[in-house]
């Protein structure tokens, strides 16, 4: 592989995990909606909790999958670039500062659902917050 594909694969897969995250974003915002009309109905029976809260959590669950893919094809690109120079081939000094600043290994990066941003650890948490407190925590009168 050259570095001109190395990158384009990099282009085109996070035009797919961006088109992909926006659909998330929608997804969320309607999580949003329905735990506040469950939320704001008093009356809410069991089930209606419960569905609401496993929509919110499914959401969030491939939402955070979609940071997920795109920290995997962030190394994965880093990965692929060291090995192509590794094999003697130059490469650009962006793509030499590229895999510096990605720190990477002559090993293969590992897909992980754990992010490695604290920052996107505590979007998540607000997420869930959000969700499943207007849904279970204590209602207004």
């Known amino acids: 592989m050259t570095e001109l594909e190395i990158l384009m694969l990099q282009s085109s897969s996070n035009q797919a995990t961006g088109t992909y995250?926006?659909?998330m974003a929608?997804?969320?915002w309607v999580a949003f909606r329905v735990a506040r009309t469950v939320g704001e109905n008093h009356n809410s029976n069991l089930a209606a909790k419960l569905a609401g809260s496993i929509f919110g959590l499914a959401t969030l669950f491939f939402f955070n999958m979609t940071y997920a893919f795109w920290s995997f094809n962030m190394a994965a690109t880093g990965h692929r670039l060291a090995n192509l120079q590794a094999s003697g081939v130059e490469i650009s000094a962006l793509s030499q500062q590229y895999?510096?600043?990605?720190g990477a290994a002559d090993?293969?990066?590992q897909f992980s659902l754990v992010p490695s941003d604290p920052i996107a650890i505590l979007l998540q948490?607000?997420?869930l917050v959000l969700?499943?407190?207007p849904i279970w925590g204590p209602?207004?009168?």
């Open 131 to 133: 969700i499943l407190v």
């Open 21 to 23: 995250q926006i659909a």
């Open 99 to 102: 895999v510096a600043n990605s």
């Open 139 to 141: 209602k207004a009168d």
């Open 107 to 109: 090993a293969m990066p």
């Open 26 to 28: 929608f997804s969320i």
């Open 125 to 127: 948490l607000s997420i």
